[in-house]
C-alpha cells in the first residue's frame, strides 16, 4: 500500500502542472515512513522540475523522514549524495530563505561525523547574511557536534561561534541572535578540553543589551491619503505619502 501512495506522490511531482498540488504530494511524504520515500524526495528535487516553492516543502519532508530513520551512512545508499544536495541549497543565497533554513534543519539531522560537513555549515553561518538563516545554521552546526563524536573536537565549534558574536560574518548584526549564541556557549563550554578557550568564554556576559537602532513606526497609510476625484489628485497625494516611507 506504502508503495502505491508513493508511486501516486512520484506521478504528480513529476507531471502536475500546479504547484500547490506538488507541495501537498510533497508534504504528504513526511507521512509515508519508507526509507523509498527519501528517495522519491531527493529524485524530485534532483529533477530540476521544482520551483523554489515545491523545493522546500520536499526538504521539510526529508527533514521529517531522516529524523524518523536516524539516517546515516549504515543504512541508506544515497547518503552522499543526499548530504551534497542539501548543503547546496543552504549554502546558495539566490534560493529562499525558507529553502536554506529547511536545507539546514535536514543536515542538522544527520548526525554525521564528518569535518566537511561541518566546515560548510559553519561558512554558512559566516558568509550567509539573513539572520534567520543564520540562527538555523548555528543550531545545525552545534546539534551536528553534541550528536556525534565531534563533540570531542568542540572547541573548533567553539571558535566558530565566538567568532560569529564578535561580528565576524556578512549581514548586519543581530543582538538577539548573538544572545542566543552566547547562551550556547556558555553550555558548550563545558565539553572543551582547552582551558584558554574555556576562559574566553567565561568571560563574556551571558547577554548584551539589545540597542534600538532602526525604531519600528506604524503608518495608517490609508488615513494619509486623500479621497481625491481625479486622478492627478490621488496620484499627487500617494507620492507625498511615498516621501513619507
Not at 529553502?99 to 560537513?117: E, F, M, P
Request: with cysteine; net charge positive; charged share 25%.
Amino acid at each position: 500500500f506504502k508503495a502505491q501512495i508513493l508511486q501516486h506522490y512520484s506521478n504528480i511531482l513529476s507531471t502536475h502542472s500546479s504547484d500547490v498540488a506538488r507541495g501537498c504530494a510533497a508534504r504528504g511524504l513526511r507521512e509515508v515512513f519508507s526509507a523509498h520515500s527519501i528517495f522519491v524526495a531527493t529524485k524530485a528535487i534532483k529533477s530540476g522540475q521544482q520551483s523554489q516553492f515545491v523545493q522546500s516543502d520536499l526538504i521539510e519532508a526529508l527533514e521529517y523522514l531522516i529524523e524518523r530513520y536516524s539516517l546515516n551512512t549504515t543504512n541508506y545508499e544515497y547518503f552522499d549524495e543526499l548530504v551534497e544536495l542539501l548543503i547546496k541549497k543552504a549554502e546558495d543565497e539566490n534560493s529562499s530563505i525558507r529553502l536554506r533554513v529547511h536545507s539546514l534543519k535536514a543536515l542538522g539531522r544527520l548526525r554525521w561525523a564528518d569535518a566537511r560537513l561541518l566546515n560548510r555549515v559553519a561558512e554558512v553561518l559566516r558568509l550567509d547574511s539573513d539572520p534567520t538563516v543564520q540562527e538555523t545554521a548555528s543550531w545545525a552546526l552545534i546539534r551536528l557536534y553534541v550528536s556525534t563524536k565531534n563533540i570531542l573536537h568542540i572547541d573548533n565549534c567553539l571558535k566558530t561561534l565566538l567568532a560569529f558574536i564578535k561580528g565576524e560574518h556578512n549581514g548586519r548584526r543581530s543582538y538577539l541572535l548573538e544572545n542566543y549564541i552566547r547562551a550556547d556557549l556558555k553550555w558548550l563550554a563545558g565539553f572543551s578540553s582547552d582551558k584558554y578557550l574555556r576562559a574566553q568564554v567565561r568571560k563574556i556576559p551571558l547577554s548584551k543589551p539589545v540597542p534600538v537602532i532602526n525604531p519600528i513606526v506604524f503608518l495608517n497609510v490609508e488615513q494619509l491619503l486623500t479621497t481625491g476625484t481625479t486622478e492627478i489628485e490621488r496620484s499627487l497625494s500617494a507620492e507625498n505619502v511615498s516621501k513619507l516611507l
